[in-house]
């Protein structure tokens, strides 16, 4: 642990909150076995996947096809309305873009950065897993994402995934990237704001906290949400949120004709592990992510970024 990296940390975070999170990280480190809902994670036994994977797909002579498909970002447009919206923000534009894995697959960021460069939009969002692999070096992954990063229109709002340690923070906000960690920005247009809240992960950490990310927001007020997973939908849902945007499942990553997924690492409903979605009066929004997570590969599941456009309504 680099000690110039935890006193960042802690003037950051504070102590307490700095240390948690590094010793949840390393009891967790290199563990294929989580703990409570969500047993078996995949992603941390990368090793065997990664062959298992790679072998089933050459093995069916798809191999060299669902590589090109993870290779090729789509753009992706949704408009949402809400009664609630300040009208100074018709038509407020968020650039949300999920699920990285800057390391894995190098064509597909320079893709990315193809895309980003000439895109309007007022504000962007990055929703967590910037790291390849779960454990290890996290200095490539930054360095990749600061290659993307200028290309993007400041101001950019980030959360963490499963995949990043909070080591990297320090790394991402020299960037000019706000991390919100269980925090809330507010955004404000001529006399008027919306909220931003971040939350840390809550899939395989679970070091979220909606209600201290919540707490700053005024009742009735329209708020927007980041969680890395749409996990959480019920508690954000029931602390107000108007809007709610998540990545973490890549839509299936390897999913049958259809868009069909073979599994989503994620407990909760299907239609919600990708795309639009509503839950009570909150709006949801899974990406399916620009990045490939253990190998970069996609069947059935293209990999996109997602301009979505807030109407009155």
Same mark, same amino acid.
């Given at each position: 642990?680099?000690?110039?990296?935890?006193?960042?940390?802690?003037?950051?975070?504070?102590?307490?909150?700095?240390?948690?999170?590094?010793?949840?990280? *390393?009891?967790?480190?290199?563990?294929?076995?989580?703990?409570?809902?969500?047993?078996?994670?995949?992603?941390?036994?990368?090793?065997?996947?990664?062959?298992?994977?790679?072998?089933?797909?050459?093995?069916?002579?798809?191999?060299?096809?669902?590589?090109?498909?993870?290779?090729?970002?789509?753009?992706? *447009?949704?408009?949402? /309305?809400?009664?609630?919206?300040?009208?100074?923000?018709?038509?407020?534009? &968020?650039?949300?873009?999920?699920?990285?894995?800057?390391?894995?697959?190098?064509?597909?960021?320079?893709?990315?950065?193809?895309?980003?460069?000439?895109?309007?939009?007022?504000?962007?969002?990055?929703?967590?897993?910037?790291?390849?692999?779960?454990?290890?070096?996290?200095?490539?992954?930054?360095?990749?994402?600061?290659?993307?990063?200028?290309?993007?229109?400041?101001?950019?709002?980030?959360?963490?995934?499963?995949?990043?340690?909070?080591?990297?923070?320090? #790394?991402?906000?020299?960037?000019?990237?706000?991390?919100?960690?269980?925090?809330?920005?507010?955004?404000?247009?001529?006399?008027?704001?919306?909220?931003?809240?971040? &939350?840390?992960?809550?899939?395989?950490?679970?070091?979220?906290?909606?209600?201290?990310?919540?707490?700053?927001?005024? *009742?009735?007020?329209?708020?927007?949400?980041?969680?890395?997973?749409?996990?959480?939908?019920?508690?954000?849902?029931?602390?107000?949120?108007?809007?709610?945007?998540? #990545?973490?499942?890549?839509?299936?990553? &390897?999913?049958?004709?259809?868009?069909?997924?073979?599994?989503?690492?994620?407990?909760?409903?299907?239609?919600?592990?990708?795309?639009?979605?509503?839950?009570?009066?909150?709006? #949801?929004?899974?990406?399916? #992510?620009?990045?490939? /997570?253990?190998?970069?590969?996609?069947?059935?599941?293209?990999?996109?970024?997602?301009?979505?456009?807030?109407?009155?309504?």
């Amino acid at each position: 642990m680099d000690e110039e990296i935890l006193r960042k940390l802690e003037i950051r975070l504070g102590p307490l909150h700095a240390r948690q999170r590094l010793g949840i990280e *390393r009891d967790h480190e290199a563990q294929v076995f989580g703990q409570g809902l969500t047993f078996f994670h995949l992603e941390n036994s990368s090793w065997a996947a990664e062959w298992i994977i790679r072998n089933v797909l050459k093995a069916t002579g798809l191999y060299w096809r669902a590589r090109q498909n993870a290779e090729r970002i789509l753009v992706k *447009r949704n408009e949402m /309305s809400f009664k609630t919206l300040p009208p100074p923000f018709e038509g407020f534009t &968020i650039l949300h873009v999920s699920d990285l894995h800057v390391d894995m697959n190098e064509v597909a960021m320079n893709r990315l950065v193809e895309l980003v460069g000439s895109m309007q939009y007022d504000v962007c969002v990055l929703t967590g897993d910037y790291r390849g692999r779960t454990v290890g070096p996290f200095q490539p992954a930054l360095d990749g994402v600061a290659r993307v990063a200028t290309h993007l229109k400041r101001p950019i709002y980030a959360v963490l995934g499963n995949h990043d340690t909070i080591q990297m923070v320090p #790394g991402l906000e020299a960037m000019g990237i706000r991390v919100l960690l269980n925090e809330c920005e507010p955004i404000v247009r001529k006399d008027q704001r919306i909220y931003l809240a971040g &939350i840390d992960d809550a899939h395989f950490f679970r070091v979220d906290n909606i209600e201290k990310a919540a707490l700053s927001i005024p *009742r009735g007020e329209f708020s927007i949400l980041l969680s890395h997973t749409p996990e959480v939908y019920r508690q954000a849902a029931h602390a107000n949120f108007d809007l709610m945007l998540s #990545g973490h499942t890549h839509g299936g990553q &390897i999913c049958l004709p259809g868009s069909i997924p073979i599994k989503l690492e994620a407990v909760l409903p299907r239609r919600m592990g990708a795309g639009p979605w509503q839950y009570r009066d909150m709006i #949801g929004y899974t990406s399916v #992510g620009a990045g490939s /997570s253990v190998v970069p590969v996609r069947l059935n599941c293209p990999p996109e970024i997602t301009l979505h456009h807030l109407r009155r309504g």
